[in-house]
């Protein structure tokens, strides 16, 4: 009775990986192979009960518990990676939290335990590849396995909404992504804490079997779902790296040109590309190239540009009726009078005091 619904997830989450991979090109590849990865290192806990159901082996829960971390740290970059339009890089730090698994792993098997709570006596149950017996005598081995959920699971939301929030990736996009999480990753995430509190459960001997049995059937159908709805993949396959050439260039310049207009952010004197990128959610590399491409100005100059066309604004509304050259200076975001004046006899040819005569 137990071997059908493990086999399912498997052949499921197998016809899952095979059609990402299918999909897979040269446009899509700086994102889609981390969600492939993510999909097979959820095949380990699967693959760990099934192994046990056939040849009365298993893997250790270390084992498990590492494949379940690594594929929350793959659907993290996965994500970071549109957000970014680019190739998320792997780095050490994200395998911090396994070694300290690892390590408490290892002081767990010599009986150091920090947070003993496990009974002598628990109700033997697997869950989702987890084996409730695995953890005696691993007391903190479980309390890392909630603390790493918890932490990984708040960075991916945090990145699904900031891509949510970016003005650069587009509303097919973001809505492809909603999607995703609508059918898979937020149902998948229940399962996976629900997994976690039913095996605390088992470990005071406390029986659920209503709350074990609807996290299987979450597990299934949540993974059901994008076979049966291949809209779901096939449209996150069609997300492609944003095209940098002029036209992609100029539509992103198109996009700050029409912020900067309406915000007026560059009257701060401490506005920089990097302030840019913040507020439109616009890569700072994209934010300096489209610049470059379209006005043929660096991004300080471009900003100082902005800067002095507010200038003119207030001297044609006669600001400097009533105020100096220094305070019209301040007041369209420049530090000193000096650059001012430098800056704006570089890009009208004429001085602002000439300027102001002119008008006259």
Not at 151 to 178: G, H, P, V
Not at 193 to 203: K, R, V, W, Y
């Amino acid at each position: 009775m137990e071997i059908y619904p493990v086999y399912l997830l498997l052949i499921i989450t197998f016809i899952v990986i095979l059609r990402l991979y299918r999909n897979l090109n040269v446009e899509n590849e700086y994102q889609l192979k981390y969600l492939i990865y993510h999909y097979t290192f959820q095949l380990l806990t699967m693959t760990n009960l099934s192994i046990h159901l056939t040849f009365n082996k298993q893997l250790p829960i270390i084992a498990v518990a590492s494949g379940r971390f690594i594929s929350l740290v793959f659907f993290y970059l996965f994500l970071k990676s549109i957000f970014e339009n680019k190739r998320a890089r792997l780095k050490f730090i994200y395998f911090m939290p396994l070694l300290i698994i690892i390590l408490v792993d290892f002081l767990n098997k010599s009986g150091k335990i920090l947070f003993s709570f496990i009974n002598e006596q628990i109700i033997k149950e697997n869950l989702l590849g987890f084996y409730s017996y695995d953890f005696i005598g691993k007391d903190d081995v479980y309390w890392l396995c909630i603390i790493n959920a918890v932490f990984f699971n708040l960075l991916i939301f945090n990145k699904f909404f900031q891509i949510l929030r970016s003005k650069i990736i587009t509303e097919k996009i973001q809505k492809n992504i909603i999607t995703l999480f609508k059918f898979y990753y937020i149902p998948i995430t229940i399962a996976s804490f629900s997994t976690l509190i039913c095996l605390g459960l088992f470990l005071i001997n406390i029986e659920s079997s209503i709350m074990t049995i609807l996290t299987k059937l979450i597990g299934i159908f949540t993974l059901l779902t994008l076979v049966i709805i291949p809209e779901i993949l096939s449209k996150i396959s069609r997300i492609k790296n944003l095209d940098e050439s002029n036209e992609g260039l100029k539509k992103i310049f198109e996009q700050i040109e029409s912020f900067i207009t309406e915000n007026h952010s560059y009257i701060n004197s401490n506005y920089t590309s990097a302030s840019i990128s913040v507020e439109t959610g616009i890569r700072n590399e994209l934010v300096r190239n489209s610049i470059k491409a379209s006005s043929n100005m660096s991004v300080p100059m471009f900003i100082n540009s902005h800067r002095i066309e507010y200038a003119i604004k207030l001297i044609n509304d006669g600001y400097l009726q009533n105020y100096s050259i220094e305070a019209l200076a301040e007041k369209s975001g420049f530090s000193s009078q000096e650059n001012f004046n430098r800056v704006f006899k570089l890009l009208k040819k004429v001085t602002p005091s000439e300027f102001r005569n002119s008008q006259d």
